[in-house]
């Protein structure tokens, strides 16, 4: 196999391994907070939340120092500085956004919460479609609470 089919074959298993098993699914999953919550990770290995059961999908909520109000505002501004991200939801304690992958355009979905009872930002990160994610909303969340901290100390 030359070099060029190589490179498509790869590019088009990849699209079937990460992509497929949600084709057809054109929009978001039911999010949001319901009962103090943002929604479970799905059984697949393509999600973190802060409020997860699971050790294996669980990330630490953000420190919330200062006015809610204030750290809602650097969190909105820092998302919308990210590549290929778009918000699609703000409430004064809530905000979701959507990322496109680079190569393939798949969806990401990240909420932050600010929950008040816990002094807390709850965060959730997942892939919308696909099983893997390869460690990327992990990652983007990881990115985020590292800019949101920076932000707090300037």
């Not at 919330?64 to 998302?79: F, H, K």
């Not at 892939?127 to 985020?144: H, K, P, S």
Request: with cysteine.
């Amino acid at each position: 196999m030359s070099g060029a089919r190589r490179i498509i074959f790869l590019l088009a298993l990849a699209g079937l391994v990460f992509g497929a098993p949600a084709c057809g699914n054109s929009g978001p999953p039911q999010l949001g907070v319901r009962q103090g919550r943002l929604a479970p990770c799905p059984a697949s290995p393509n999600c973190v939340a802060s409020q997860e059961p699971n050790p294996e999908r669980r990330t630490p909520p953000f420190a919330c120092s200062g006015p809610p109000d204030e750290a809602m505002a650097r969190l909105r501004a820092i998302i919308k500085s990210m590549p290929r991200a778009r918000i699609v939801k703000e409430e004064p304690d809530y905000l979701r956004a959507e990322f496109a992958s680079r190569v393939f355009g798949f969806v990401d979905d990240l909420e932050l919460w600010h929950d008040r009872k816990a002094g807390v930002i709850q965060v959730r990160s997942a892939a919308r479609t696909g099983y893997w994610d390869l460690g990327v909303n992990r990652e983007r969340v990881a990115q985020l609470r590292a800019l949101f901290n920076h932000s707090a100390a300037n």
